[in-house]
């Protein structure tokens, strides 16, 4: 099995499976001397990680792993060394009788039968490697690639928000809003949905909780915006920074589909006037597949999730994948924007 790795010159590796001993991540390519933060790479897992919290019904699943990640090697002294960074996270709460069935009877809308049809020999545990467990290596490597970032680009943030689960939605207006005042990720994490309007986030976590009880599932909207990118990011033919991101978000489990800017509203469009006043809403925050400079705006879409009904009630599922996959999503767009910083340092004498 190849293609498990991600990136050019910020790469990371990832490995294991969803009920094997762990999971974990190669870093390969993160410069010395960046300053290693182990609170941040902490903080990260937590905001990926399943179960409940704070003693409230989890609209996720309650798979409960702590996700403590141990760092192997490529840091010593809380420095990175330049050297393969290997962080790895052990599975602690994997319950692998509820996936007995499954060996025999794949389950409709997984990757249970294409796997089997593709290797043959494959780990039925919670899906194995196509589990969303495997995003524990992405959200590592985000970590890392942050701490890069912080010391290169202390002004670039990168956040995301829900905008829409199931039937409800924010409005445009809202939307437009929260692209502008939004600026750190407690802002949206406070927000169980991640849907930064109470009453908004709260009816959505009623639709959940109900969708959990009954084995149902919803799919939905999330927007990730990078603030102050460099402009220059990004290549003009095969690696346009656009084409990186969205390969980035559509390697995500779930995801069906990302939009650019304004995404589909171009097919209706008349050039002389789409193109007169260029904004960031318009290109988000690209042209030519090069960074302007301006903000980025990405919207990402999720399908619903596969597992529903009897299957969903006997095992632990979410009902939506939409929260727990921003922060991936995040994590992603962490790793391309670092790898064509490094990257663009190659393009000009």
Known sequence: MSANTFGHYFKIMSFGESHGAGLGVII?????????????????????????????????????????????????????????????????????????????????????????????????????????????????????????????????????????????????????????KLNQHSQVDSYSTRCPIPEKNNEIERLLLQAKSDGKSYGGEAIIIIKNPPAGLGQPVFHKLKADLCSAFMGVGATSGVELGIGREVISAEGSQFHQNVSQRQYGGIRGGISTGENIILKVFFKPTASVLDTAKLGRHDPCIVPRAIPVLESMAWMVITDHILWQRGDRV
């Open 28 to 180: 390969d390519g993160c410069p010395s001397g960046v300053n290693f933060d182990r609170n941040l790479l902490i903080n990260e897992l937590a905001r990926r990680r399943p179960g409940p919290k704070d003693n409230k019904p989890s609209i996720v699943s309650d798979r409960a792993e702590s996700d403590h990640p141990e760092v192997l090697s490529g840091v010593f002294s809380d420095v990175t060394l330049g050297t393969p960074i290997a962080i790895l996270v052990r599975n602690k709460d994997a319950r692998s009788t509820d996936y007995n069935e499954i060996q025999q009877k794949p389950r409709q809308g997984h990757a249970d039968d294409t796997w089997k049809l593709k290797f043959g020999h494959t780990d039925h545990r919670g899906g194995g490697r196509s589990s969303g467990r495997e995003t524990l290596a992405r959200v590592m490597g985000g970590a890392v690639a942050q701490m890069v970032l912080a010391k290169t680009n202390p002004q670039l943030q990168i956040f995301g928000f829900t905008t829409q689960i199931g039937p409800i939605s924010l409005t445009a207006d809202q939307i437009d809003d929260f692209e502008l």
